[in-house]
């Protein structure tokens, strides 16, 4: 089916975003720096979020690989990588970061909207 190819195609993107999200979280002066990271972190909080992000990235590889997509677990892929945005957005209304931070996190606004887009079409 064209559209459970699509979602595991938007998922396998996922993953990778996710796998570069980690790396700028785990090396917030080098890779941090070209998403506009705010830098110094301690090193407790760079390395347990970027174990989060990890952890999703695995969550959409799995998904991409299961015979049928689980969607409550899509569902919730979705909510997290809005969040995600918001979270930039209010850091970025607050002062905490610059402009370009919310154009890198964007790439989750548009991954939620996909996911949730195939969530609703796919019932």
């Not at 190819?5 to 993107?13: G, H, K, N, T």
Request: charged share 10%.
């Amino acid at each position: 089916m064209q559209s459970e190819r699509f979602i595991r195609s938007v998922l396998w993107v996922a993953v990778g975003f996710n796998l570069l999200g980690a790396m700028a979280f785990l090396f917030p002066e080098t890779v941090g720096q070209l998403s506009a990271l705010p830098v110094p972190v301690p090193r407790l909080y760079a390395w347990l979020l970027a174990s989060m992000v990890l952890m999703f990235g695995g969550m959409y590889a799995w998904l991409a690989m299961q015979l049928e997509i689980n969607r409550a677990l899509l569902a919730i892929g979705a909510i997290g990588k809005a969040l995600v945005f918001c979270v930039f957005t209010a850091c970025w209304l607050l002062g905490d970061v610059p402009f370009l931070a919310i154009l890198g996190a964007s790439g989750d606004l548009i991954l939620a909207g996909l996911f949730t887009n195939w969530l609703i079409r796919s019932r």
